[in-house]
């Protein structure tokens, strides 16, 4: 807030305005401060669309098969050197996916040291106990 307010005085672009009212105003406006998603532009691209859909489709018919393959599911997490901000101002209702996107942070995901876990699970249709980890 502090940088905004000192950019609207030095460009001159209207009155002089402290953090408060301005706060008050981005509010006004149907902005909240709160979590930014990171993820979603990433998630949202064309080619990893289409990934899912593919991957969806192969599950599809695995499991339509006659001898359907074990599958195995992985779960990976990670803590990276490329953190970024985990709050900024966002409208207080988005109302469609497009609005998220245009509202998250881009992150150069890749770069840096990280700490990676690893989880694996086999689910398994023909046993009571579907999760085998």
Not at 84 to 94: E, F, H, L, Y
Not at 105 to 112: L, Q, S, T, V, Y
Request: proline residues 4%; charged residues 30%.
């Amino acid at each position: 807030m502090n940088m905004i307010a000192q950019k609207v005085k030095d460009d001159g672009v209207g009155p002089p305005v402290g953090t408060n009212s301005l706060r008050r105003l981005i509010r006004s406006l149907g902005y909240s401060f709160k979590g930014v998603d990171t993820r979603v532009k990433l998630l949202e691209k064309s080619h990893l669309r289409e990934w899912r859909k593919r991957y969806i489709q192969k599950l599809n018919e695995n499991e339509a098969s006659q001898n359907p393959k074990e599958v195995i599911y992985l779960d990976e997490s990670w803590i990276d050197c490329n953190a970024t901000a985990k709050k900024g101002w966002t409208p207080k209702i988005m109302k469609s996916k497009r609005d998220r996107i245009d509202h998250s942070i881009d992150r150069k995901p890749g770069k840096g040291a990280r700490l990676i876990l690893l989880h694996a699970g086999l689910f398994n249709l023909n046993s009571s106990h579907h999760l085998h980890h």
